[in-house]
C-alpha cells in the first residue's frame, strides 16, 4: 500500500510571498487532515475533509491560510501571505476511520 | 490547561532498560487513545492504538489507559537505540472520524 505523499518536502520563502503545499492520501481513504507541526511541539489539526467536503476548520487561520480538497482525493494548502511565525512542518494525514491515521513525511516551511 | 500533557524530556535510558511514558488529559470525552513515533524529519508512525481503558501489549510495546485518572502510559522493555525517537500521545473524542489532540511528544535517546 503507498503511503500518503507530500510535496515539497522542503520550502524556504520570505515572509509576506505565498506558498503552496500538495498532499495525495491512501487511496480509498476518505477522510484527510492537514496538521501544523512547530518544532517542539505536538501537531495540530489545521483542517480535516471527508471526502471534498469541510468536516472541521475552527483553527485554521483563515485570514492566510486556505485549502481545498479536489474531487475528493488530492489536497492543497495554501499560505498567502506567510508571516515568520508560519515556520513549521506541514503534516497532511488520511484514513479510513479514528484508528487508521496515517501520515505523510511532511513539508518542512522556513519563513525568513 | 492544555488537554492533553506530556513531558517533554528529554529522556536517555541505556540499552535493555525499561521505558514509561505518559501522559494526562482533562476532557473526559476522549475515548480513543494512541501512541505515535516520530523519527527525526519524518512524520509520525502510529504504534499503539486503544479504544477505551485497559491495557494492550504488542511484541515489547504495552499501552495503558486509565480514564478514572485520565491517564495514558506507553511502557517499552528491553529498549534499543532503534527506539530513539519523539512519541506522541494522541486522542480523540467518542465519535469515529474526529481529529486527533497531541501533546507535545516526549524525547527518548537509548545508548548502546
Known amino acids: 500500500e503507498a503511503g500518503v505523499a507530500q510535496s515539497p518536502r522542503y520550502k524556504i520563502i520570505e515572509k509576506r510571498q505565498s506558498v503552496a503545499f500538495w498532499c495525495n492520501p491512501i487511496?480509498?481513504?476518505?477522510?484527510l487532515y492537514w496538521y501544523q507541526q512547530i518544532l517542539g511541539q505536538g501537531p495540530k489539526l489545521l483542517i480535516q475533509f471527508q471526502n471534498n467536503g469541510v468536516v472541521d476548520d475552527s483553527q485554521l487561520p483563515k485570514d492566510r491560510f486556505s485549502a481545498e480538497r479536489l474531487k475528493g482525493v488530492d489536497s492543497t494548502l495554501k499560505i498567502q501571505p506567510a508571516k515568520l511565525e508560519d515556520s513549521a512542518v506541514y503534516l497532511c494525514?488520511?484514513?479510513?476511520?479514528?484508528?487508521?491515521?496515517?501520515f505523510g513525511s511532511g513539508t518542512r516551511l522556513t519563513v525568513v | 490547561q492544555k488537554e492533553v500533557e506530556q513531558d517533554p524530556g528529554p529522556l536517555s535510558v541505556p540499552e535493555g532498560a525499561i521505558v514509561s511514558l505518559n501522559c494526562t488529559y482533562s476532557?473526559?470525552?476522549?475515548?480513543?487513545f494512541m501512541w505515535y513515533r516520530q523519527y527525526s524529519r519524518k512524520g509520525p508512525e502510529l504504534l499503539m492504538y486503544t479504544y477505551s481503558s485497559g491495557n494492550k501489549e504488542d511484541g515489547r510495546f504495552t499501552a495503558q489507559v486509565d480514564k478514572s485518572s485520565k491517564y495514558i502510559s506507553l511502557f517499552i522493555r528491553d529498549s534499543q537505540p532503534s527506539d530513539s525517537a519523539t512519541y506522541l500521545c494522541?486522542?480523540?473524542?467518542?465519535?469515529?472520524?474526529?481529529?486527533?489532540?497531541f501533546g507535545k511528544g516526549t524525547t527518548l535517546s537509548v545508548s548502546s
Open positions: 476532557n473526559s470525552a476522549f475515548q480513543y
Open positions: 494525514a488520511s484514513s479510513l476511520d479514528v484508528g487508521g491515521y496515517t
Open positions: 494522541a486522542m480523540s473524542g467518542d465519535q469515529a472520524g474526529t481529529a486527533l489532540i
Open positions: 487511496s480509498g481513504h476518505a477522510t
